[in-house]
């Protein structure tokens, strides 16, 4: 769970404004999983997450899109290079399912932009390790030149010619097939849904990119009688950072919650505030709990509360079955009772 120094050993344009960095890393990963990285910028640290586009057993590589006036992105996008170390930490999330040789399933691949990184690693995984699955991607961009990874997804459709179907929507770019240019809204899904690719045919579908597209996908999939279990989301950036109020929360002052925080097996009691999320009470506390986004919406911070409860107000990372086991995303919990036991071994 901890940081370490990673060399970048060919960094490299995909687009005008995205570089794919590749790095000499010694851990595995799993495909759709996300590597988190650490740098300080004018003595403040800031954590980012990049998710992994290369299947397991490649060189494992990462793409980094250029946000206007980001931090991270901006400095990875003109400034990092071959040789240059990168603080990192191993590979997390849970945005992949089991492989099934023998299975002959069905994939739906729907993705915006740079949301192209974990979904480009997960068919690249499926066409290799599952000889029967089909996949369809259905990649939105603005235009053609916005494209990332185009000459890597023309391979892999030379590779996989009928087993792999890849559907660009371009925002701007006039195509020869009318359907395929346009936003890919609501409409725009359902009218590939009636013209293009027939929704019985989906048995598991993966959507990553923004909140907004997230919602939509998964909307119109489950509509269009897609089970709800076989929808799997990754979101890369929220709409509502920030803490929301907490429904919970009484107006009396609280008194203090003594928490016990398990965290490399071993078990460290704190008091903390209510007003106090669990990650901001362990760090306090010089724990080192792992943390990246620190809005809900990654999964690095996870950890499981054994005794006591928490209010969550936020999360766009655990689905409705961890969240019943017990999980939570410490960076989003805030005690409720006097006290908490939480374990961070089992998060991961
Ligand atoms: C699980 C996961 C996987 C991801 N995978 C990828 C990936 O594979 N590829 C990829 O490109 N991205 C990915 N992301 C997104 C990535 O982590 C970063 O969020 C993104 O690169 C932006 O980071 P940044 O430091 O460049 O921008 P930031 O510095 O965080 O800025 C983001 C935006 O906020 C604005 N902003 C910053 N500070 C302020 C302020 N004080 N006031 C107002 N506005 C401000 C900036 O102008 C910019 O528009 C992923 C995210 C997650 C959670």
Redesign the pocket.
Known sequence: MRFQPLKVTDIRPTTRD?VVVTLDAPFDWVQGQ?LTFRRSFDGTE?R??????AAPGEPCQ???????????????NESLAPGDTLDVMPPM?R?HTPLAPDAATRYLLITA???I??ILSIARTVLAAEPKAQVTVLYANRAVNSIMFQTELDDLKSQHLTRLQIVHVLKQDAQQIPLFTGRLDADKLDALFAQWIDPDTIDRAFICGPEGLMETARARLEAHGVNPAEIHV????STQPGRLPQSARSDAPQPPTRATIRLDGVPHEITMERDQSLLDAARANALDAPF??K?G???TCMCRVVEGEVEMIQNH?LDDDEVSRGYVLSCQSYPLTDSVVVDYDTGH
């Open positions: 995205a996300y800031i980012r997450s990049y998710s992994i586009c990462v793409a980094i899109k250029r946000v206007e006036g980001g931090a991270f992105s901006t400095w990875a999330g945005f932009g740079s949301g990184t974990p990754e979101l890369f950036g990246a986004c809005a919406v990654c999964s990372a």
